[in-house]
Structure formats: C-alpha cells, structure tokens
C-alpha cells in the first residue's frame, strides 16, 4: 500500500458574482503536507503579530483585530504577500459581464455555478500537482480544504464536498455543455471539507489577502486592456479564468 499523500488547498473570495462588479475571485494557498502548513503558519502567525498592534485603537485590551485585505496599509500588505508568494498561490478569476444573465440573477443559479467554478479550480490544481510530479494519481490522495465560512453564508454552496469528490474520482458533466469528463485520480480519495472562521484561521486570513490582491490586479489588467494572466504571472503559480 502507497502512503496517503495530502493537499492543503486554503481558500477566500473577493468581490461578488453580480451586475454590480465586473471581477469576482478566489484565491488560495496550497500546502502539500502537514508540516509544510505549520511551517507556513508560525511564520505567519509571526509577521502578524509584528504588525497587528499598529491597527488597535488607544483602549487596546490585547484583542487586536483581524488583519484582513480591506484594513491593512499596503506597505504591510507587501510584506505579508513576499512571505506568502513562497508557496503554491491559485487564483480563480471570473468576469461577471461574461456570466450569464440568469446566473447571476438566480440564487441558486448562482450557487451552482459557484460550485462549478470551484470544482474546476480544485480538479486543476490537482492535475497540476500531478503533470508536476509532485502528487503521483495511483497512490491514496487526502485533500483538506479549508474556505472562510463567510464565504459559504455569502454564495450558498451546494453539495461541493460531493461534487469535487465526482469530479477527481469519478469524472462529472461539464456546467455548459453537459459533456462528460474522465476522471484524474485512480487511487483512493478522501475530501475533507471545513468552513472556518477566518479570525481563527492564518491560512484563511492569508488566502483573503492573496483574494484581495488578485482582484485588485485583475481589475487594473482589465482597466488597462492587459491579459489577466500576463498581470498574475509574478506570483500566482496556477490561474483560471472562466467563464
């Protein structure tokens, strides 16, 4: 028996699905073992706590509030993201105005559609462990994925712990065309799926930072006529665009 191997996949979004917003994103950090995460995380955990006590207020009681994309000074924001972009960044961008109108008018259109962007996402980050040899597909896979549980509030997800599960191992319809897809993962295939709270979390705290930054740098490439790809490159290792 081949030795389980493990994918971390921590994710946030930012901006919404809607007429409102031309750019909606996901980003992420992958981590492809435990200690990998943990060695991510103290180091995390320690430029934070550099940082942090310049954002509380003169009546401090040592409950410094949550470093998030939306509240931190960009001289900060750099330092945090040159730690983040030595690992494994994603980013998931999608244009709204290329969204169907009924999709983004229906909630539960909007849902399924969400859940089929991040099924997508998830099943290419895992193909290109693979190409990359670094995930060998006939040996038992373990993915733990972790999502800010706002996100989920947000975006009402459906059954995604199933449906990514059908997408590795069992090969699902494609969203447009109905076309069947063949499945990447011949191994056994454990998913593990968690909503967390994102103050409790640095990888979900880092995954909201990177969310943030794509947006913004996809929606300047999208100002200034640039491929979003080409605006990436520097330091997102796996980017989908869709629709």
Known sequence: MKKMQEIYINLDDSGKLSNHEHISVY???????????DKFVTQYRSIVNHIKCKYCNSKCNKLCPEIKNTNIKNSDKRRIMNYIKKYYVTALVIKN???????????GAKGRFLDYSLRRMIKEIVKNLISSG?????????????????????????????????ELKYGISNFDYFMSVAPIV???????????????????QAADLLAGTIRHKSIVALNNNIEIQDE???????????P
């Open 27 to 37: 980003g992420g950090l992958v981590f492809l073992s435990k200690s990998e995460k």
């Open 97 to 107: 105005d290329l969204v169907y109108e009924h999709i983004k008018t229906n909630k």
């Open 134 to 166: 670094k995930v060998d597909p006939d040996a038992p896979i373990r993915i733990i994925i972790n999502i800010d549980q706002q996100t989920t509030k947000n975006n009402g997800y459906y059954n995604l712990h199933d449906g990514i599960l059908e």
């Open 186 to 204: 011949k191994s056994d295939l454990e998913i593990r799926l968690t909503y967390q709270n994102s103050a409790k979390s640095y990888v979900v």
């Open 232 to 242: 990436l490159n520097n330091f997102v290792d796996l980017k989908m665009i869709l």
